[in-house]
């Protein structure tokens, strides 16, 4: 019987409680209460109900005889499996039955819960307890046996839980191992528990050791530990750890690794030993955790000594699992294989017959195990483990067989049967296993051969068969099975009950629409099984085509609206009959009128969909339309607002589509009686979604195929594939194809000793696809580097050394572990060294070699532990560091025979030996140097190359050339009092200088102008400003200034100069100029010079755009000083304002109705009032006016001097003050510049030819040359 989530409540209590009964739970009192649950409305309603017998198939249906309400409450129909529970009377019995079963203890494997037995581990001295609880009626009673003879439950240590059938033990001993059975007996039969394997637990420790084993093995040899377990049950988890002498620290568990792996029986096994793999005195310590007590214990210690050795080892087998397994269906099987070798195998683990491993099978991580989950019988075959290394090519293979038996499992499982007198039972037991299980039946708990004899119950091979019962033959019947795997047991009960027909709940009022298909339900019981059948109006049985009938259903098919009417539908058996009614509405169908259209658009557009519909006028009010996307329905304002539904569901707005839309859009309108569905599909092209399923289809010899399947393409078709690959030694993935056009498949070459993984991208017209899934890694083993190292160059730029530099070798390209540079050096003597780099990163050697300049020949090679790169390494030759030139050019001086301006000048020189050794390195011209006298520390250089080299340094001819003096014209800074010397160079160094000349250049044209730009412009001015050039080169002497008007994309041809002088503004260090005489709303280009005596300098222009006529800016009133007849009155027009065509003051005596107006000005920002009263106080403002616009500043009220405050005022101004202190300085800086040219002395000539050279070095006099002064 299977009832679920069945509530009782119980009567005869002042206050209800509910209490969950579990579905073989035993119903207490003879009146009860059932509560059901309406799934439809989530209520809850209670009713008591006085019932005889309620008991339910096991196909759902309820049987009860008699229903007395006790409450007004209606009852509900029934639980959401459909079936209501119908409670036991006191005068009817129910068979037991367990329900709750013994549960393991200390064990948590599968194994130990299997079939019909448990595992409970115990230990010494605590309690031990054996689940056991049974549901039944009358109540019952428990028996428990032990190995199975009964066991005696009243002993001082042994007791029963009260209203349980759980066994207790206390003070638990040895003595208490054993196989425990519960028995729940009522009169109704004989229900039995599992039974409980009771095993007490041993924990032993390790035997303590004096002295520890000493192992000696040579480095990169295998070495195998055993370890001696203590007996301990249940079995302990081994593991090693390695004890530093002297260490207090928690000593590290040794990891299995690819080299080192523990084996099923503990021993700790490695494929080579390392010496890394021993720290000093240190020792190996086998180690054990005994679950149940949650402790550790060490065994003896192991200690190893490592020789150093160079060997390396072919491989061979060190350790392997059982050749020959046994596993059991749904279990485990395993297999282990350990390899020695150095270098360390790889191993591979195939089936035989080329049969591939499927993905219950897993090879651990380091590849010694293969483990076989959920075995199926299909399982059953050869397999076998091999291993190779760089010394044995032919593998080394290891066998295993599995077979695969089965303890006895159902296949056809009996179960509960209810059922009325005088019907017919059968209990199905159809099992199986390897070996093929014994089946045997037991009638409550006995033998069935030695139960009463039944002339109504047959044995007929797998099933046991009741036909005709009696209301006695109620009892438990139990089949076991078992192999020599285990065994298995079914409990089940046959409980024959004698109910009248009730219906419990009736057809009800049903709403549906025409041409709809409708059932109407009527859950009825009893037993025997009742009979029903249904009435319309209480007088048309329903008989024809259009019904179909089940045995509590009608279904009637396209209704019509004459279907409108009452239903009966009466149940009976031979013990009476009972009926209940039901009504039928017919209703119009609802249609939707206007349905939405399909749509194609590119991503990013919007889409709208539009739903109309009518319905029956009884039910408008209930009809409402919801949206749905491929049948999930969608809510307003999903997709973060991106999707919305308007109009009370009559439209669908989609704001910005994406690929993501793309689906089938449904509006279904609903009134809760029937709806109508308009469908429509919405296509967004987009670029295509990412390929699916990506994976390695091959992977080895270095290379590897990828496969994958084509994702959505959005309606644009995809056109190819970005591959991507990601290594262990990358930080991200990197692209490194594309394929041509849509193939499925990609194969790629790969480095060696890599992991790598890979991903792609499908393209279409419309862009990129988001990555792929990540494929499973594909590794390649280690081999030779595939080159040596790329340009490779000898610098000679360190004197004394030979500096050698190349590009570094990635780690994808080292191909092995162990990598280092090898650099080898030869001599012209033919003497060869060597020299190691061991970091990859480090792509420069710098070797003492303590001489100048001697031919080497280079080789860098790429070496790993695999060895060298196949192919030969290039030999490059170059020289050690250079030195100083040993030669210093001579008679440095002005070439007389030279052209000379403010812009060049002529040099000459004695030329030097360019001999490799005078030049200790290659010769590469001379350079000039020179300095401004007052900055000596600021030297500039002039590059002088001579023919017969080029800039590199390398010589295209050998011989010095055949002149014995360079000349050279140069450029100078202009205005300059300046020293000059001239050097030899090689290709890094410089000789020493060449004896000095002073030289004054002559005056040159400025540069441009600095910080052009306009300050505000009004429709026929514009204010410009400008700092001095940053190269006065000479005094500057003025400034010209043009300007044009820009007509297009070109400029007028006319430059019109304008005449008058800038002003300059010391306070903010700059010029500024008001341009005049401009047209309204024009662009011009306002160009500037600065000038010289000698000339016009570098052009510096801005353009700008003169205004419309319209409003200038306000002016602002920034001073206004006043005299004993006038005031200067100052303004302020900011950068960006709009200026006045000019401006004006006006002024009027304070207490005076009309204002006076003052002279205009285009230029200036300021204007002075004159003719005034001394003493009087005065209104004045300022006017922009721009043709018929006039913009007043504020007034300020000014008051002017009397006579004797004017002089006062002009001694004590600030203005003079600062105007006193400038003079004198200037007084004082001519004094003392007349005081240096005096010292100087006197000039020379250019045409004095013994004059024009330098002193040498060593002559502390120097020579000054002025012939570059103005004429």
């Known amino acids: 019987m299977q009832f679920q989530n069945l509530f009782c409540i119980m009567p005869g209590q002042s206050t209800i409680s509910v209490t969950k009964v579990h579905s073989r739970a035993l119903l207490d009192k003879g009146e009860l209460t059932r509560m059901c649950w309406n799934q439809g409305t989530g209520g809850q309603s209670i009713a008591r109900l006085n019932v005889l017998i309620g008991i339910a198939k096991t196909q759902g249906r309820v049987c009860s005889v008699t229903m007395t309400f006790l409450s007004s409450l209606a009852i509900l129909s029934l639980l959401w499996t459909g079936v209501c529970l119908s409670i036991l009377n006191r005068k009817y019995g129910l068979p037991p039955s367990i329900i709750l079963e013994p549960k393991p203890a200390y064990c948590s494997l599968p194994a130990c819960d299997i079939g019909d037995t448990v595992t409970i581990y115990f230990k010494v001295e605590e309690k031990i307890r054996i689940k056991c609880n049974a549901s039944g009626r009358p109540e019952v009673t428990y028996k428990w046996t032990k190995d199975n003879l009964d066991f005696d439950t009243e002993s001082p240590r042994v007791s029963v839980e009260n209203g349980k059938g759980t066994l207790r033990i206390t003070n638990a001993s040895k003595a208490d191992n054993g196989i425990y059975q519960c028995f729940a007996t009522n009169t109704k039969g004989t229900a039995l528990s599992k039974k409980a394997n009771v095993v007490m637990t041993i924990n032993d420790v390790f035997k303590s050791v004096i002295r520890p084993e000493r192992r000696d093995v040579n480095e990169g040899m295998p070495l195998s530990l055993k370890c001696k377990q203590p007996h301990v049950v249940p079995k302990p988890n081994v593991y090693w750890t390695f004890v530093e002498e002297y260490s207090t620290a928690q000593p590290p568990i040794i990891p299995n690794d690819k080299r080192v792996a523990i084996d099923y029986e503990g021993t700790l096994h490695f494929a080579n030993v390392k010496k890394s793999d021993v720290k000093g005195e240190g020792k190996f310590v086998c180690n054990m955790h005994n679950g149940v007590y949650r402790t550790s214990s060490e065994g003896e210690d192991k200690i190893v000594n490592v020789i150093s050795s160079e060997s390396v080892n072919g491989v061979s087998l060190l350790w392997r699992s059982d050749a020959s397994v046994l596993g059991l269906k749904n279990g485990k099987a395993k297999f282990m294989c350990i390899f020695a070798g150095k270098a360390t195998p790889d191993i591979v683990w195939k089936r035989k017959g080329g049969i591939k491993l499927n993905s219950r099978m897993k090879v651990s991580e380091h590849g010694q195990e293969l483990i076989i989950e959920d075995l199926e019988f299909a399982d059953k075959g050869e397999y076998e483990c091999s291993a190779t290394n760089d010394v044995t090519s ?131 019981n009893g037993k025997p099984d009742p009979a029903l059948k249904w009435m319309k109006n209480n007088v048309q049985p329903l008989n024809t085509d259009r019904y179909e009938f089940t045995h509590n259903t009608v279904l009637i098919k396209d209704v019509l609206k004459k279907d409108n009417g009452k239903y009966t539908c009466i149940s009976s058996n031979r013990f009476g009959s009972d009926n209940k009614t039901g009504e039928l509405i017919v209703r119009k169908k609802t249609k939707v009128t206007l349905r939405p259209v399909e749509r194609s658009l590119a991503y990013g557009e919007g889409a709208i969909f539009n739903c109309l519909a009518t319905s029956d006028p009884s039910e408008q009010q209930f009809l409402e339309k919801l949206w749905f996307k491929n049948g999930v329905r969608i809510n307003n304002n999903d997709d973060d607002g991106n999707i919305q539904i308007l109009e009370n569901g009559d439209t669908l707005s989609i704001v910005k589509t994406s690929s993501k839309d793309s689906a089938n859009y449904s509006c279904v309108a609903d009134n809760k009686v029937d709806s109508d569905t308009g469908e429509s599909q919405l296509k967004v092209k987009a670029p295509p979604d990412p390929p699916r399923d990506l994976t390695i289809k091959t992977c080895g010899n270095l290379k590897v195929t990828l496969f994958w399947r084509p994702g959505f393409d959005n309606y644009m078709p995809i056109s190819n594939y970005v591959i991507y690959s990601k290594t262990n030694y990358d930080n991200a993935y990197k692209k490194i194809n594309e394929t041509i056009g849509t193939v499925s498949e990609y194969e790629q070459r790969l480095s060696a000793y890599a992991n790598y993984t890979f991903q792609i991208k499908a393209r279409n017209q419309l862009g990129e696809s988001v990555f792929s899934n990540i494929t499973p890694i594909c590794s390649t083993k280690a081999a030779i580097p595939e080159q040596h190292p790329t340009n490779v160059r000898i610098v000679e730029n360190m004197t004394g050394k030979l500096v050698i530099e190349w590009d570094p070798v990635e780690p994808i390209d080292q191909n092995g572990p162990d990598f280092k540079y090898v650099i080898i050096t030869q001599d012209k003597a033919g003497n060869k060294k060597s020299y190691e780099v061991t970091d990859w990163k480090t792509t420069r050697k710098e070797i003492d070699v303590n001489n100048i300049y001697k031919e080497y020949k ?35 001086e002005v070439d007389p025979d030279a052209p000379y301006t403010h812009e060049t000048i002529g040099l000459r020189w004695d030329a030097v030996d360019m001999s490799e050794e005078t030049m200790q390195g290659k010769f590469d011209g001379y350079k000039i140097r020179y300095w401004h006298m007052d900055q000596p520390d600021k030297v500039k250089e002039i590059q002088v190359e001579v023919p017969g080299t080029n800039k590199k340094g390398r010589r295209k001819r050998r011989q010095a050339t055949a002149e014995s003096k360079i000349r050279r014209t140069v450029r100078l800074p202009p205005n300059a009092d300046l020293q000059l010397d001239v050097v030899a160079r090689n290709t890094y160094l410089d000789s020493n200088g060449s004896n000095k000349i002073n030289i004054t250049t002559p005056e040159g044209v400025p540069g441009p102008v600095q910080s052009l730009e306009s300050m505000y412009r009004s429709g026929h001015f514009v204010k410009i400003k400008w700092e001095k050039p940053k190269e006065e080169n000479g005094k500057i002497v003025g400034y010209d200034i043009e300007y044009e008007e820009i007509i297009g994309l070109g400029v007028d041809k006319e430059s019109i100069p304008v005449q008058s002088e800038p002003e300059w503004v010391a306070e903010r260090k700059q010029y500024e100029f008001g341009v005049p005489g401009l047209e309204l709303n024009t662009n011009y280009r306002i160009k500037v010079w600065a000038k010289t005596k000698t000339g016009r300098g570098d052009i510096e222009f801005v353009d700008v755009k ?37 401006y004006f003051v006006e002024y009027r005596k304070y207490g005076e109705h009309k204002f006076q107006s003052g002279p205009p000005e285009k230029r200036n920002t300021w204007s002075v009032i004159n003719n005034l009263t001394s003493g009087s106080s005065y209104e004045v403002k300022v006017v922009a006016e721009s043709g018929k616009f006039k913009a007043r500043s504020e007034i300020r009220l000014v008051t002017t001097a009397k006579t004797d405050e004017v002089a006062s005022a002009v001694y004590n101004a600030e203005w003079f003050i600062i105007m006193m202190v400038v003079l004198a300085l200037l007084i004082l800086i001519l004094f003392i510049v007349c005081l240096v040219k005096r010292s100087r002395g006197d000039k020379y000539h250019v045409q004095e030819k013994e004059k024009l050279r330098g002193l040498e070095n060593d002559e502390k006099k120097t020579a000054q040359y002025n012939g570059f002064n103005d004429k």
């Not at 209990?427 to 009463?452: K, L, R, S, T, Y």
């Not at 039944?454 to 078992?482: E, M, Y």
């Not at 695999?866 to 030195?883: D, N, Q």
Request: with cysteine; proline share 8%; charged share 20%.
């Open 858 to 892: 280079v080789q860098v090679k790429a070496v790993n532990s695999k060895g060298e790169a196949a192919i030969p390494p290039l030999v490059y030759t170059g020289h050690s560091g250079m030195g100083v030139p040993t030669v210093v050019p001579g008679n440095f």
């Open 1106 to 1142: 003169t205004a419309a006529e319209n409003m200038p800016t306000v002016p602002l009133i920034v001073d206004a000083l006043p005299a004993k007849t006038s005031i200067n009155v100052t303004w302020q027009i900011n950068k960006g304002d709009v200026a006045g065509y000019h």
């Open 394 to 524: 032919t593998p080394v293979v290891a066998t295993f067989t599995l077979q695969v038996e089965a303890r006895p499992y159902f296949v056809k499982e009996p179960i509960d049967v209810t059922i009325g007198v005088e019907e017919n039972a059968e209990f199905f037991c159809m099992v199986e296993g390897i070996p093929a299980p014994d089946v045997n039946w037991f009638i409550n708990g006995q033998p069935i051969n030695d139960a009463p004899p039944n002339p109504r119950r047959t044995i007929q091979k797998d099933r046991l068969v009741f036909k005709n019962v009696t209301d006695g033959d109620s009892q438990v019947i139990q089949c076991k099975a078992a192999n020599k795997h285990g065994s298995l047991m079914a409990d089940v009960y046959l409980n024959v009950l004698a109910l009248k027909a009730l219906v419990t709940d009736g057809p009800g009022k049903v709403k549906v629409a025409e041409g709809n298909s409708v059932t109407l339900k009527c859950e009825h």
